[in-house]
């Protein structure tokens, strides 16, 4: 008997990440019996591919050379083989698939192909309960697909990690970037060094939010209250082996010269004379720093057997080198001009340090400042300027620039949604992001490694809500990490993401709910049409004028009927941080018949923006005399979550001017207004 689908389609929107190249048949591959499972493997990768044989629900036994019929054969072949991915630049991880009435063959020129070739083959025959015949070649477009998991903001454990390898693996992901050091805590055993883990891991505040915004002091393992935790150097290997069994490649960060204020507090030796409070930068003028350095990355390198070593590199304030006599000294010694220069320095020693051990640094963007150490690669998240820059001077870069892959923004509207550290990253902006865009010169893009989306902690606490922030996001990474943007459609994608969540949630994860995912702020999605569209406005400058990075649309932005979307950051909201909050004046250029006149704004307490607390408005016939239409009083309450809400007047009146006043609350902070509506 030969199964066949309810409706045919040229090509069933099964497989995630989209393959390259696929036909269908109708027919399908009986499967009454057992499938013949020969792998041209042995020992590890024989035991690798076995189990991922098996994960994909089909029955099966194993033969010892290639089955004739009922066949479902893993092969290893010369690239001449791979027919359409011959030449691919993918063909390492690359498969091709043909699934006839003998059977299946997949053929790889490697093990990870073969992986990639059975998650494909479980992706179709866990949704269709059958196979249907037909031809896949597959092959991904980067070669680095990532997720960084931070640990130190708030612990993961290792059954934690794992279960988010799994799900890496079947959507073809490749590297794990752990964020192991930060100021929040420690989080890998170091031998040399104990008072990392039995002191810098350890805090008595569960959530970062108190710990960051009172002492931020650490507490002594085992003592009383003390929340945090670290890997051990056997479970790091543990991690390291089950990822590699899933051809996941574990990427360790260890943080400097900046976000060591974990290490100072373990170490305060490290500290720059006249060191100031609450300041995590190690001090690069004294010899001890790189002793400890290097002794800790002799440590991960013998747990980590990655390529790439990341010595994170961002945000160091550079104070401290300053004033510090050592750092001084180093300078002038070296010749370094300036604290980049010193941080420079620093990169250097460390990348020739691990070089010299047969390792490559990879470090945030501002590595680039002050001269990149010559094989470093880098990764871009404040932008893709950085990463741009590194490809154009012939570095590698990872891409994982901030406004499409830092998920730590909500996902869907805020008030739905736990609290975070703010912002919006739907689904949808994080599919849309192409690391190599058309505009981007071929000689640069041939730099691009791949990309990575990162997943910073603050506000995670739950291992439930890591999950949620990270599936399904994670998995538009994976697609824009190996799909040709040719097959690239939102819509369909969708489809896919929706059946893996529940998949996900029937297997006990805790994703993000697609299907029932609110969406954008409705009033963004379509522009308002009022009376004042188009009107000019006069600021009162600079008491009550925009901020340079709000300025959305300047001048225009609060009459040109587009509305702000759920984050402040879009270039809809302008934010005023005048101390004096808005005071426009909008002329209609006639006396106009005017029922009413409204404004939204948006609060978040987090990063500082405020309700107003007080809106008056007010009209004029001439612009001389105004007459007060409302004035409104608000008790502007600090909460969690992000709100909105709108202040405007309804009545009856004649004017040609309108005043829109709106306060700053005691919290001062920005006031954020979209659009002012005149009907
Ligand atoms: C970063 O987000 N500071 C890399
Ligand atoms: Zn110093």
């Known amino acids: 008997m030969v199964a066949t689908f309810g409706h045919s389609?040229?090509?069933?929107?099964?497989?995630?990440?989209?393959?390259?190249?696929?036909?269908?048949?109708?027919?399908?591959?009986?499967?009454?019996?057992?499938?013949?499972l020969y792998i041209t493997a042995t020992g590890e990768e024989l035991k690798r591919l076995s189990s991922a044989a098996k994960a994909t629900g089909l029955k099966l036994r194993g033969v010892s050379r290639?089955?004739?019929?009922?066949?479902?054969?893993?092969?290893?072949?010369?690239?001449?083989?791979?027919?359409?991915?011959?030449?691919?630049?993918?063909?390492?991880?690359?498969?091709?698939?043909?699934?006839?009435?003998?059977?299946?063959?997949?053929k790889a020129t490697t093990y990870a192909g073969l992986y990639y070739g059975l998650q494909s083959l479980r992706q179709i025959y866990q949704k269709h309960n059958a196979l249907r015949?037909?031809?896949i070649s597959d092959a991904p477009r980067f070669e680095y697909r990532g997720i960084l998991v931070d640990i130190s903001r708030h612990f993961r454990t290792k059954e934690f990690l794992m279960r988010q390898i799994d799900a890496m693996a079947e959507v073809k992901m490749n590297r794990l970037h752990l964020h192991l050091t930060d100021?929040?805590?420690?989080?890998?055993?170091?031998?040399?060094?104990?008072?990392?883990?039995?002191f810098a891991a350890w805090r008595?505040?569960?959530?970062?939010?108190?710990?960051?915004?009172?002492?931020?002091?650490?507490?002594?393992?085992?003592?009383?209250?003390?929340?945090?935790?670290?890997?051990?150097?056997?479970?790091?290997?543990?991690?390291?082996?089950?990822?590699?069994?899933?051809?996941?490649?574990?990427?360790?960060?260890?943080?400097?010269?900046?976000?060591?204020?974990?290490?100072?507090?373990?170490?305060?030796?490290?500290?720059?004379?006249?060191?100031?409070?609450?300041?995590?930068?190690?001090?690069?003028?004294?010899?001890?720093?790189?002793?400890?350095?290097?002794?800790?990355?002799?440590?991960?390198?013998?747990?980590?057997?990655?390529?790439?070593?990341?010595?994170g590199g961002d945000e160091a304030t550079k104070t401290s080198w300053v004033e510090c006599e050592d750092c001084q000294r180093r300078m002038c010694h070296e010749g370094l001009e300036s604290v980049d220069e010193l941080q420079s320095?620093?990169?250097?020693?460390?990348?020739?340090?691990?070089n010299t051990r047969g390792r490559q640094i990879i470090g945030w963007d501002e590595i680039l400042e002050g001269g990149l150490a010559p094989n470093a690669t880098v990764m871009s998240w404040r932008g893709e300027e950085g990463g741009r820059a590194a490809a154009a001077a012939g570095h590698n870069v990872v891409m994982s620039p901030h406004g499409y892959c830092y998920i730590d923004a909500p996902q869907d509207a805020p008030y739905s949604q736990p609290e975070s550290i703010g912002g919006y990253l739907p689904l949808e902006k994080v599919y849309s992001y192409d690391p190599t865009p058309e505009n981007m010169d071929e000689a640069v893009a041939e730099y691009i490694l791949g990309v990575q989306a990162n997943l910073w902690a603050e506000f995670i606490i739950t291992d439930d809500h890591y999950e949620?922030?990270?599936?399904?996001?994670?998995?538009?990474i994976a697609e824009i990490g190996w799909s040709d943007p040719k097959h690239k459609?939102?819509?369909?994608?969708?489809?896919?993401?929706?059946?893996?969540?529940?998949?996900?949630?029937?297997?006990?994860?805790?994703?993000?709910d697609l299907k029932n995912e609110i969406g954008n702020r409705p009033e963004s999605l379509t522009p308002v049409n009022h009376l004042a569209i188009g009107k000019p406005v006069s600021y009162l400058y600079p008491s009550h004028y925009y901020g340079p990075q709000y300025a959305a649309a300047g001048d225009k932005s609060l009459t040109d009927g587009l509305r702000g979307t759920w984050t402040y950051a879009d270039n809809r909201w302008q934010g005023f941080l005048g101390r004096g909050g808005v005071d426009v004046v909008i002329d209609l250029e006639e006396v106009t018949h005017i029922e009413s006149i409204e404004a939204d704004f948006m609060q978040i307490c987090g990063p500082g923006v405020f309700m107003p607390c007080r809106v008056e408005i007010w009209g004029s016939a001439d612009g001389q005399n105004y007459t007060l239409l409302t004035d409104i009083e608000h008790e502007v309450v600090v909460d969690e979550l992000p709100s909105f809400k709108t202040f405007g007047w309804r009545g009856s009146t004649e004017a040609r001017y309108i005043r829109y006043k709106a306060h700053r609350s005691k919290y001062s902070g920005f006031l954020f207004v979209d659009e002012i509506i005149v009907r």
Not at 15 to 32: F, G, K, M, N, Y
Not at 184 to 197: D, F, K, M, S, V
Not at 468 to 476: G, K, V
């Open 9 to 36: 389609h040229a090509q069933p929107n099964t497989i995630t990440p989209a393959p390259l190249h696929s036909v269908w048949q109708e027919r399908c591959l009986e499967l009454s019996k057992p499938l013949n």
């Open 66 to 106: 290639p089955a004739r019929s009922n066949a479902l054969n893993l092969i290893i072949v010369e690239p001449t083989e791979m027919g359409l991915i011959a030449n691919s630049e993918g063909i390492a991880e690359g498969y091709v698939m043909d699934i006839t009435t003998k059977g299946v063959t997949i």
């Open 133 to 135: 015949l037909g031809h």
């Open 183 to 198: 100021a929040a805590g420690w989080r890998i055993e170091i031998e040399g060094y104990p008072r990392l883990t039995s």
């Open 204 to 311: 008595t505040p569960h959530t970062w939010k108190e710990w960051w915004y009172g002492e931020r002091s650490y507490a002594d393992e085992g003592s009383e209250g003390a929340y945090g935790g670290y890997l051990t150097k056997e479970e790091a290997r543990e991690i390291v082996a089950y990822a590699a069994d899933r051809y996941i490649t574990v990427i360790p960060e260890i943080e400097m010269p900046g976000h060591s204020d974990e290490v100072l507090a373990a170490y305060p030796e490290l500290r720059c004379t006249q060191q100031p409070e609450r300041q995590g930068d190690l001090c690069i003028g004294k010899e001890a720093t790189f002793e400890m350095m290097q002794s800790i990355l002799d440590e991960i390198i013998e747990i980590f057997p990655s390529e790439y070593i990341h010595i």
């Open 345 to 354: 320095y620093m990169i250097h020693r460390i990348e020739e340090y691990l």
């Open 468 to 476: 949620h922030m990270l599936w399904p996001r994670a998995i538009a």
């Open 489 to 512: 459609d939102y819509t369909l994608f969708r489809e896919r993401a929706i059946a893996i969540v529940d998949d996900m949630i029937e297997r006990g994860y805790s994703p993000f």
